[in-house]
């Protein structure tokens, strides 16, 4: 496994619930041909197929709460496996979410090259998830797990950036910009590279 993505670049995709990560993920697929891995996603897929396990996801992402480490980090790892062969990078959208996360990552899967920060505003954030709940289907778009996650997000993820920071992979975007200008934003960072 570690040798079948050792080539492969890892890019961590970090920002708080909102701030465009699955927007901009979209975009850096469409040009630079990377697999989007959000951990979000993958869980969300468990939970829709009704299994045991999806049923037990489902209760912790509803009150707005983490879902156990090795969970997760066996679902991103199953999937990055599955595309070793034909992948030239990975982004791993949502993940970590708290520093033990990234160093569980790193012990099973590789180091990252690069961590994007997707910025934004606290409010903007909260403006942006309550229009993406209108269609979004998604059970913890609502005002109260909005409040949870963000809150989750400045005690837990946070402290990841700083912990990158140290190692001077952290590339920050401002995410309050328009779609594009956040992107060519992004495109910056990924171009450097190398
Ligand atoms: N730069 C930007 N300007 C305006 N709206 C944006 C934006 N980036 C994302 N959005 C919108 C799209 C979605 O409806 C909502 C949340 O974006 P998202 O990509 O789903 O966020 P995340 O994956 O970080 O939770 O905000
Ligand atoms: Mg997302």
Redo the contacts with the bound molecule.
Sequence with gaps: MADKIKDAKIIFVV??????????CEKIVAKYGYTHL?SGDLLRIEVASGSDRGKQLQAIMQKGELVPLDTVLDMIKDAMIAKADVSKGFLI??YPREVKQGEEFEKKIGKPCLLLY?DAKAETMVK??M??GETSGRSDDNEETIKKRLDLYYKATEPVISFYEGRGIVRKVD?????DE?FSQVSTAIDALK
């Design positions: 920002g708080g619930p909102g701030s465009g990560k699955g927007t901009q959000s959208d949502g997707v942006r998830l229009k993406r995410s309050e910009l328009p779609v956040v």
